[in-house]
């Protein structure tokens, strides 16, 4: 596998230094110990937001770290945690006196690594909260996760939760917001193609020419079955399927929905399967009321996508329009 | 080659309807014959803006629809010239009473369909003026191109006089605009991998597994050479050292730089290839004044990058910065 890197070790660290020379006005990074925080951090009297995980999923996280949205990501090595004192010093960086909320994917790397990080800052006399997202319907218990894997409803949680901040929520209400957005939130995606971590070398699994990895991990982690390659059609209602099964919607249910792209897929395709899931969504009368087509969940450069749907109501919406200003996500601005 | 379609010869019609779908505020899709508008369009007493050529390069062109850029885009089938009956369809559609102007991308098919679309309009008292973008360093000719291939540059030239046309520019005086960007702006691509049009079903192009091509067109044309696979620092080099010996620098001068994925490269990739840019820039004494990095002007799955550089004088650089509100590029509103 070719990649446009220098060396496997220092890949995150470079693509570090080059997204804070392209985004100087948005943000400023830390090298040691690596974390990316809002330009202005901290705000006074705002919740600081932070969240982070492995790399190798951009934009997510560092690319949604600014206005309305994060207030500081940190990046572990690809498909690695962040360390716990990455984390601590991120919390501490953006605390700005009315308390951190961590948003964290389930991982059980992460959770350890966050907790860990929380209970230092805490005992430095801090408040700090912590959202998990636990969001994919594919399977229970995975390959790095116990319980569900957390995916796509992460970019949603940290869209609508730093509006919210912005609005000056308190801590716990912000959490109870984030763990609202979870609890509407599931997700499942599919694998055309693995991914290769860059210090591995080689493809993180085999798929044969005709195959694809139905309910597929961001990390490639196994799905739910190894299914033949089928049309965008049949490859969206699955997909849909699966997660309206898990997350039931009334006619007249409004969701916000994103279609992903995992990194190596057109974004002429990824329309086309949002073409079809409007479709399933008029079949069931439910509105998607907002939308993100693109790659905002990566896994490097894997071909596929993934479908999320959250449930919203009237809060989410309108969080949901507030301005955003980050280098991955930005309106209203 | 695994692809989310359902049928390779409505693949560009389906995703056109899944991109109405998904930007409804934005804009609006004619099927027959085929264009993608603004939703406002036409402007009374705004020059129209219109482009368009294959498709497979999106967010390219009509994900760059909307205010302060494009007012129409007509699609081809993917890395097909759109028709002329497309063109004249759409030009006839944003002419707000200011006359259109073309901007079109140095393919033999793509000038003569524009050409020919001009010629109908001016035939029915319509203004259209035509600038055409030639700006790839690569090579004079090529597989489908007299002179040289019209890549990178042609979305900056389309921001940059969006937002012009935007501003009350007359037609001549953004003709000219639209060719002082074209003369300051030169753009080099690398294939890390082929890329595969639907309707053919297999790579356009084979390289070996340690093999890059090194100034590659849109459409996976060959390029300079055949080279073996380097590191991102030699590769950079290669790029930004091709585009500065064709268009030299002097210390101080400005640029609006674009370090652009072919579709399947990772963003953690292209901001690698960022840093290693603004180092060589830095060398020199060029400034990086703005810049764009991720997937602007893609090739499908094709893995590998582009660099365009364009020097930037104080006009430019303020229409730059003008808001945008397009599917694919955005700010200030």
């Known amino acids: 596998m070719k990649k446009l890197i220098n060396d496997p070790e220092a890949a995150v660290r470079e693509s570090l230094a080059g997204m804070a020379l392209a985004h100087p ?15 202005d951090a901290p705000a006074a ?30 990046p572990g090595q690809v498909f690695t945690s962040p360390t716990p004192d990455q984390i601590e010093a991120a919390t501490r960086a953006v605390d700005g006196g009315a308390g951190v909320l961590h948003i964290v994917k389930n991982y059980t790397g992460d959770i350890m690594n966050f907790e860990m990080a929380a209970e230092l800052r805490q005992a430095s006399g801090a408040r700090v909260e912590a959202v998990v997202i636990d969001d994919d319907a594919a399977v229970e ?19 609508i939760c ?21 609890a509407n939130g599931r997700s499942l995606g599919v694998a055309l193609s693995s991914c290769t971590v860059p210090a591995a070398g080689k493809p993180t699994f085999e798929l044969g020419p005709g195959e694809i990895e139905m309910g597929v991990g961001i990390h490639g982690e196994p799905g739910r079955e190894r299914m033949p390659m089928a049309d965008a059609r049949a490859i969206a209602g699955q997909l849909a399927g699966t997660i309206l099964a ?24 990824l329309y086309i399967v949002y073409n079809e899931l409007e479709r399933i969504a008029r079949d069931r009368g439910i509105i998607l009321a907002r939308r993100l087509v693109g790659n905002y969940i ?10 999320t749907m959250v449930k919203a109501d009237d809060e989410m919406l309108s969080l949901w329009d507030d301005p955003v200003l980050t280098p991955g996500l930005r309106w209203g601005v």
Not at 141 to 159: H, P
Not at 162 to 182: I, P, T
Not at 263 to 268: A, F, Q, V
């Open 298 to 307: 990566t896994s490097l450069e894997m071909a596929g996508c993934s479908i």
């Open 45 to 74: 009297g705002k919740v600081g937001l932070v969240s982070g995980g492995g790399s190798g999923h951009e934009p997510m996280h560092a690319g949604y770290v600014g206005r309305g949205m994060l207030d500081a990501a940190c």
């Open 162 to 182: 730093g509006a919210a901040a912005e609005r000056g929520y308190h801590l716990d209400a912000l959490a109870a917001l984030g763990r609202k957005v979870n």
């Open 246 to 269: 898990d997350l039931p919607f009334a006619r007249g249910d409004r969701a916000i929905a994103m279609v992903n792209g995992m990194g190596g897929t057109p974004l002429l395709e």
């Open 141 to 159: 218990n995975s390959l790095y996760t116990a319980g569900r894997r957390g995916v796509g409803t992460t970019v949603l949680a940290e869209k």
């Open 25 to 39: 006005d948005l943000i400023r990074v830390s090298f040691d110990p690596v974390y990316v925080a809002r330009a």
